[in-house]
Structure formats: structure tokens, C-alpha cells
């Protein structure tokens, strides 16, 4: 057993073995494209410095970085981030992206940034979303966005009868990171529905809750400017 495949303490595979054996299972695991709600929200922005936390294979830290992003991208999985810096070589962004490898449940990279997103960071095992999102708002510069996208529903070709299922609504997320109104600005916070295609090729639906948030730009006066 390598140190890499040893359990945790708990005897449950640890985060990072868990998402190394999710993404072994197939040479490439998501579309490659970026996501859909980053594109619609970032696409207007001034280029700066942008985190990506939990970024996966690089599809959008890629994509931020092909408008002039100068991009930090965060994933528990070596894997995924092996995956991802093939393809930044091959799309000749390499150089603006700096990859990093962390647990963010125990550990967070240094900086700030003017667009901090988090695009379905989701983990079926343990994950201290709340913590994580909260680091991922102490990390946004004044006037700049903290942009959080997850799952709001099942997809529409999935049965849609399992009471067991909650999926956390833009409003738990909004409230859950705590944000102090003085310093922050609400510009989103809903669920929003986007075409895409089922297993099968067919037209079908999935649900996103979106949260973005502004950090205001403190005056020494106290005042708020965005
Ligand atoms: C559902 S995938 C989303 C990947 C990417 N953001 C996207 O939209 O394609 C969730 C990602 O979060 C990463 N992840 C899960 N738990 C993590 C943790 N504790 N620290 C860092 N990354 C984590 C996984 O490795 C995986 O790449």
C-alpha cells in the first residue's frame, strides 16, 4: 500500500484517494469545457487574479486564463492535477496558471484575488464546504467577486422520487458563509436552469444554484463603493 492509498484514521479512503481513484477510472472525467455560469459571470470582468478552488481537471482555470487571468487552481487530486497541467501546456497558458495542490479542509493557499470560484465543489466524502467557502470569501480583494456554484436539483432525466436527497438552495449557501453587509453586496443568488444533454444525447435540464457576491471597497471615511 503506497502512502497515497493509505486510509485515514477513520478507516474511510481519505479525500485525496477517494478523488485520485474517481478520476483514474477514465482518462478524462469532465466535458473540458468551462463552466457555463463562470462563463456567463467572469466573461464581462476585468482580467486579475483569480482562484479556482477545487478546479479539477482545469477547464476553467484554462478558460480564465485565456482572458488574461492570472490564475491559482486548487484540487485535492494529483491526478486531476496532472490532467490539468497537460492541458494548459497544450492550450499555451501554462504560464499563467499556478497549479496547487491542497485538502482545502486543512489547508488553504496564501493570496488574494479579484475572482475566487468555486464551481461543484462537491465531495461524497467528507468535505467542510462551509469552512472551505468561508476561506474562499476571506480570500476575495476589495472589489472583488466570490462566485459559488453547486448542484440545485437532480438532472431532469434522473427519478426524481428520493426524499433522502437535499441539495443545499443559493439561500442556505448564502447565509451558511455569513457575510457581513456593511462589506459585501449580494449581485446573485438563485437557481438557475441550463440546457445540456442527457447520457443518451437527448435534450434535458439540470438546475444550478448560483451565489456571487461583491466585496465592497471600504472608504477610510467607512463608506461602501463597489
Ligand atoms: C464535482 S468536482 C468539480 C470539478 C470542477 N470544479 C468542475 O466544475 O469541473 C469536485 C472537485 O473538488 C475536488 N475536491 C473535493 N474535495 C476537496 C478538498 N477537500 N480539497 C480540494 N479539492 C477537493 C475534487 O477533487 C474534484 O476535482
Redesign the pocket.
Known amino acids: 500500500m503506497t502512502p497515497e492509498h493509505a486510509p485515514s484514521p477513520s478507516g474511510h479512503p481519505s479525500?485525496e484517494t477517494f478523488?485520485n481513484e474517481h478520476y483514474g477510472q477514465r482518462e478524462q472525467i469532465?466535458s473540458g469545457q468551462p463552466?457555463a455560469v463562470l462563463v456567463d459571470e467572469a466573461s464581462g470582468l476585468a482580467a486579475g487574479r483569480a482562484l479556482d478552488v477545487?478546479?479539477?481537471e482545469g477547464?476553467?482555470a484554462i478558460w480564465l486564463a485565456g482572458r488574461g487571468w492570472q490564475v491559482t487552481a486548487?484540487?485535492?487530486?494529483g491526478l486531476?492535477l496532472d490532467r490539468a497541467r497537460a492541458a494548459a501546456e497544450a492550450a499555451g497558458v501554462a504560464g499563467s496558471i499556478d497549479w496547487q495542490q491542497?485538502?482545502?479542509?486543512s489547508s488553504f493557499p496564501a493570496g488574494e484575488f479579484e475572482l475566487v470560484s468555486a464551481?461543484?465543489?462537491?465531495?461524497p466524502v467528507e468535505?467542510p464546504r462551509v469552512e472551505i467557502l468561508s476561506a474562499a470569501a476571506a480570500a476575495v480583494a476589495p472589489g472583488g467577486r466570490l462566485l459559488v456554484v453547486g448542484h440545485s436539483g437532480l438532472p431532469s432525466w434522473v427519478d426524481h422520487d428520493q426524499p433522502d436527497v437535499h441539495f443545499v438552495t443559493p439561500g442556505e449557501v448564502l447565509a451558511s458563509l455569513s457575510l457581513d453587509p456593511a462589506e459585501w453586496r449580494t449581485l446573485s443568488c438563485e437557481a438557475r436552469t441550463r440546457a445540456v444533454r442527457d447520457p443518451h444525447g437527448d435534450h434535458a435540464t439540470l438546475d444550478d444554484a448560483v451565489v456571487l457576491v461583491e466585496r465592497l471597497v471600504v472608504t477610510p471615511d467607512g463608506s461602501d463603493r463597489a
Open positions: 479525500t478523488w469532465w463552466n477545487g478546479c479539477g477547464a476553467d486548487v484540487d485535492v487530486s486531476a491542497h485538502d482545502l479542509g464551481q461543484f465543489l462537491h465531495s468535505l
